[in-house]
């Protein structure tokens, strides 16, 4: 039996909100009331048919956006794949395998 590792700051987490919403962010902590993420985006259609990332707060910044905890379905670290494309898309970085 795998035993999952605990998310730790500046890993790449998804969150589910009661609205429906999936957000893609940086995490960088947790308190009672709120997780703490940067770079929080969402996932949507670009002209071409594709996927692509956008800001989820857009007349904010980017960084240490506190989401409610009440608001909050679940959190869990994002696949791989897509965690790469946010890292890529959100830095200078890019993932080469």
């Known amino acids: ?15 589910k909100l009661l609205t429906g919403e999936e957000i893609l962010g940086r995490f960088e902590g947790e308190d009672e009331n709120g997780l703490q993420v940067s770079r929080a985006s969402v ?10 990332l956008v800001p989820w707060m857009m007349s904010s910044a980017p960084e240490k956006i506190s989401i409610n905890k009440n608001t909050v379905v679940t959190f869990a670290p994002t696949v ?18």
């Open 1 to 15: 039996m795998l035993i999952p590792k605990p998310i730790e700051k500046n890993d790449v987490i998804t969150v």
């Open 43 to 52: 996932v949507a259609a670009n002209p071409e048919g594709g996927l692509g």
């Open 80 to 97: 791989e794949q897509i965690a790469d494309k946010f890292n890529e898309a959100t830095s200078n970085i890019q993932i080469v395998k």
